[in-house]
């Protein structure tokens, strides 16, 4: 599956059209992690907690996305974009979506 | 008892400035540091390429931080807010957090053995605010990402036009 924020896939041509495909997922904050976000709240700096759940959790919407494409029969999904939602005090969605393809 | 409770708050927004400077200043430090190398990837907002350049192959490549506000600027900003105009103290802390993200984006594509990075897009999302009073988890993540690719110049083409 090769994925790409691009309008079409660099060096190849797209030769069939799927339509939109998506994943998402809405993960909640780890209390351990909650615990020393609220320390750094106070001083400052970077969530390293957050950096990494969040990147995990975003992982996971691509790779719903691409299990969604392939089930399509695609073999490329391209113009792929990212939103970020907090749903919830403590909860973020994070979704993936783009357009499913088959390139040559 | 009852003095601890309005000795606790000046105490913490002393202290939140403190660090938070140090911070500032450590992290500065690093990131000149870390852009100096950057790997020599190049990053490129636009999405065409020249005609010459043949792409062997792409992958999508992404960088994020998640950076928390301190007391002090938490509450230097809601003060601002009261008469309007730029929060000064927000604007260093969100171009550290994007200068981060690139850099760590670049690593990623390093690491995977690509050079150039094409059509970068940096997005900003709050991830939960703080609330009115200054407690509660504040935070704001930056991602950057984009297409890496690997190419090579066409010879040919890119001779008498």
Redesign the interface.
């Known amino acids: 599956m ?6 079409e ?4 041509t797209i030769v069939e059209f799927f339509g939109v495909v998506t994943g998402s997922t809405v993960r909640a ?1 780890h209390i351990g992690r ?1 615990i020393m ?2 320390l ?9 907690g ?2 990494e759940l ?2 995990e959790a ?1 992982g996971e919407a ?1 790779r719903r996305m691409s299990y969604q494409a392939e089930s399509m029969g695609a073999n490329a999904i391209v113009n ?1 974009r ?1 939103a ?3 749903v919830a ?2 909860a ?1 969605e994070l979704f993936a979506y783009g357009t499913a393809v088959t390139v040559e | 008892m009852e003095f601890l409770s309005y000795a606790i708050t000046p105490v ?1 927004l002393l ?2 400035w403190i ?2 400077r140090i ?1 500032e200043r450590r992290h500065l430090k690093n990131l000149l540091l870390l852009e100096s190398g950057s790997h020599g990837v190049l990053a490129v907002t636009i ?1 065409d ?1 020249p005609p010459d350049w ?7 490549v ?1 960088g ?10 938490r509450v230097a900003a809601s003060i601002k807010g009261i008469f309007g105009g730029n929060i000064r103290v927000f604007e260093p ?1 969100l171009e550290r957090a994007r200068r ?1 993200a690139l850099i760590r984006m670049k690593g990623v594509a390093h690491a995977h053995g690509y050079d150039t990075i ?2 970068v ?1 940096i ?1 900003t ?6 609330r009115s009073d200054g407690k ?4 704001v ?1 930056i ?1 950057a ?3 890496a ?1 690997s ?1 090579s110049k066409d010879q040919r083409s890119s001779g008498t036009p």
């Open positions: 090769i994925i790409s924020n691009t309008q896939i660099p060096g190849k904050k909650d976000a609220g750094k709240n106070v001083i400052g700096g970077e969530l390293t957050y950096t969040l990147s975003r691509m792929v990212f970020t939602s907090s005090q403590g973020a | 913490m202290g939140a660090s938070g911070i999405e390429l043949q792409v062997e192959s792409c992958e999508l992404m994020n931080v998640v950076i928390s506000l301190d007391y002090f600027k802390l981060e094409i059509n897009r997005e999302a709050a991830l939960a605010r703080g509660g988890i504040a935070g993540e991602l990402f984009g297409t690719i190419y």
